[in-house]
């Protein structure tokens, strides 16, 4: 019994030290990774009448590089940022090179959108990039072009298409 506490023990500050490091990497001013790379497995995601091709976020590296260093995303394309368990998230612009809406999503709901994200001026410090945040806890967080969530609104479902990996 006293192992098996032990070892819950040792499992919970692992996942809880993951977790802290997905948030901070989003921000730390010092995390780099090169977008030649970085791999994703996609899949579909339903949004109302809308259908999206995305990327998956899954590993610390992924979720790190993001969009970042692109200069276009296709119509009908993003990224969906997967975090198990649930937590409040926190995004940053950090080299982006076009403008994003962030769709927070919990349990397949959208929880709050953040709309017509600008790209940073050039020469912004890293440290003076304005965040975004969740303001609740998420499993979820969908990149996409700006614009493209105008008609999308809180409460909306989220429905993703065939994958195994979320």
Request: proline share 4%.
């Amino acid at each position: 019994m006293r192992t098996r506490l032990i070892s819950f023990g040792i499992l919970a500050a692992l996942v809880i030290a993951a977790g802290f490091g997905v948030n901070q990497i989003k921000t730390n001013p010092k995390a780099t990774v090169s977008a030649e790379i970085v791999q994703y497995a996609t899949t579909s995601i339903r949004i109302g009448n809308q259908t999206f091709k995305v990327e998956l976020a899954l590993t610390l590296e992924q979720q790190a590089l993001g969009l970042a260093e692109r200069d276009s995303l296709a119509d009908n394309a993003g990224m969906l940022f997967v975090f198990k368990p649930t937590k409040p998230m926190t995004f940053w612009m950090k080299d982006m090179r076009f403008g994003l809406d962030i769709i927070w999503i919990t349990d397949g709901k959208i929880v709050d959108i953040s709309r017509h994200l600008p790209v940073p001026k050039p020469g912004t410090k890293t440290e003076d990039l304005p965040t975004y945040s969740s303001g609740t806890a998420v499993d979820y967080v969908l990149e996409i072009n700006a614009g493209q969530a105008d008609k999308m609104k809180v409460g909306d479902r989220v429905e993703i298409v065939n994958s195994s990996h979320v």
